[in-house]
């Protein structure tokens, strides 16, 4: 769950990555998890540098209000979660869960999520957010992403690291030298300011974005698969 009430759980880009102050959408929270515990310490840690297959998550959004109410109380201080089912039906649902085609957004009663299509071009592979591939030989991928036209621009992640910053709801981009023997991890997150009309009873929502996150494409070393 990479946002619910209790607010973003992203945590910290990696020591290596050049820009580390990079989460703008947060919430001033008494979470008690430390930074450790969270989405891209737990993913550089398991993930990229041990290989550990069980840490290949998918993100998901959530109210965590007890109240059965989708995405808490519309405020701006909820989640919730998008998914990819191959058929609408309970088991299309479940399936796509588990197959981590998901994305987790931020929820304004007046906006609701939006929409984001995600996918990696792995030299002849073509991968959707949440599948495994394996990382080029050349080390190069194409990151290619379409999202609802309101989205303001399109950050892409590579390795828990903030690589790009592009204007726009349609980006294709290309990422170079990914290590051909290591593991990696690329997603985006499609962002949108806030503006007063997008919360409830007057209220402004309580972050400057509206933002939701596609699960990630999981890159093996070349020939792991």
Not at 85 to 105: E, I, M, N
């Amino acid at each position: 769950e990479i946002y619910s009430q209790w607010g973003n759980s992203e945590g910290s880009a990696p020591a290596r990555c050049a820009v580390r102050e990079d989460i703008d959408v947060d919430l001033i929270t008494s979470f008690p998890n430390t930074d450790e515990d969270l989405v891209r310490p737990r993913l550089e840690q398991h993930w990229r540098k041990e290989g550990d297959a069980r840490f290949a998550l998918s993100f998901v959004g959530g109210s965590d209000d007890h109240a059965g109410l989708p995405g808490g109380i519309g405020a701006g201080h909820g989640g919730l979660t998008g998914v990819f089912p191959s058929t609408r039906t309970r088991d299309g649902v479940f399936d796509a869960l588990v197959d981590r085609r998901t994305l987790a957004a931020t929820y304004y009663a007046s906006t609701g999520p939006a929409a984001v299509l995600f996918g990696v071009q792995a030299e002849s592979d073509a991968l959707f957010l949440g599948e495994l591939g394996e990382t080029p030989a050349s080390g190069t991928v194409t990151v290619n992403v379409v999202a609802a036209p309101r989205i303001e621009e399109i950050q892409v992640v590579v390795d828990g690291c903030t690589v790009a910053t592009l204007a726009g709801h349609e980006i294709t981009w290309e990422v170079q030298g990914l290590d051909p023997a290591s593991h990696h991890w690329i997603y985006v997150r499609a962002r949108r300011r806030t503006t007063n009309q997008d919360g409830t009873a007057n209220a402004r929502p309580m972050t400057a974005w509206d933002q939701t996150w596609a699960s990630p494409v999981y890159l093996l070393p070349t020939g792991g698969m």
